[in-house]
């Protein structure tokens, strides 16, 4: 069974600061998405990376997909109330292998 | 856009009920997902379905069934609801290809009393 290990579990930080969370793995994927899931939703795609090495951005978000294509990191300047949420990292082919999860919460 | 439809947003039910939640999904997708998601434990497969007809035991399927009888329609049943069922569910579809990307349902929140 494939696992992702999302890090940190928890992140309380204020208004302006940056973030960084990760998503590792033993296992090689060949893509990895990133999900962000409000309170009382269903997770919604933020992005999708395939290539080893490969940065994406998205507004003030930073996704970037480890050269082995183990591992991914996402980057958040300046953060905002907005960004409250459940961060969720998937990769995987069939079954859909999601991390627990890093719980973010800004404050204004 | 895809859309992925929960019919139900919070459903309170009692134990030894059955109980159906449905998902609907708008883009002639052939993959369909059941989650259930719980605090500290993440998301969970409890089922899955390449097409019609077809259905496959996800990570904990046991208590559950489900029925795909329409491409667009993906059923989830708790044939006899207990207390240890009470989650959030979660239904999504999944488009062709590589780095095929899932649509996740609003969810529906169960409580079995």
């Known amino acids: 069974t494939q696992l992702l290990e999302q890090s940190p579990q928890f992140l309380s930080i204020q208004e302006g600061e940056n973030l960084t969370v990760y998503c590792n793995s033993s296992s090689v994927f060949s893509s990895l998405q990133w999900y962000r899931q409000e309170p009382g939703e269903g997770p919604v795609l933020l992005v999708t990376?395939?290539?080893?090495?490969e940065v994406k951005k998205l507004k003030r978000l930073t996704f970037q997909f480890g050269d082995a294509r183990k591992d991914s990191s996402l980057h958040i300047t300046a953060a905002q109330p907005g960004d409250t949420g459940l961060y969720l990292c998937r990769g995987g082919s069939e079954k859909l292998v999601f991390g627990k999860g890093t719980k973010l919460t800004v404050n204004p | 856009d895809v859309k992925v439809t929960q019919s139900s947003r919070y459903l309170v039910k009692r134990t030894g009920e059955k109980v159906f939640l449905e998902c609907v999904q708008d883009?002639?997708?052939?993959?369909m997902f059941w989650y259930r998601q719980d605090p500290g434990l993440g998301l969970r497969l409890i089922y899955f379905?390449?097409?019609?007809?077809?259905?496959e035991k996800g990570d904990i399927p046991e208590g559950y069934s489900v029925s795909r009888e329409k491409k667009e329609r993906f059923s989830l049943i708790l044939e006899s609801a207990s207390t240890n069922q009470t989650s959030m569910y979660l239904c999504?579809?999944?488009?062709?290809?590589?780095?095929?990307?899932?649509?996740f349902g609003s969810g529906t929140r169960l409580t079995v009393v």
């Open positions: 883009m002639d997708h052939e993959n």
């Open positions: 379905s390449y097409d019609v007809k077809m259905k």
């Open positions: 999504a579809s999944r488009s062709p290809g590589q780095g095929a990307s899932y649509t």
């Open positions: 990376v395939v290539t080893g090495g």
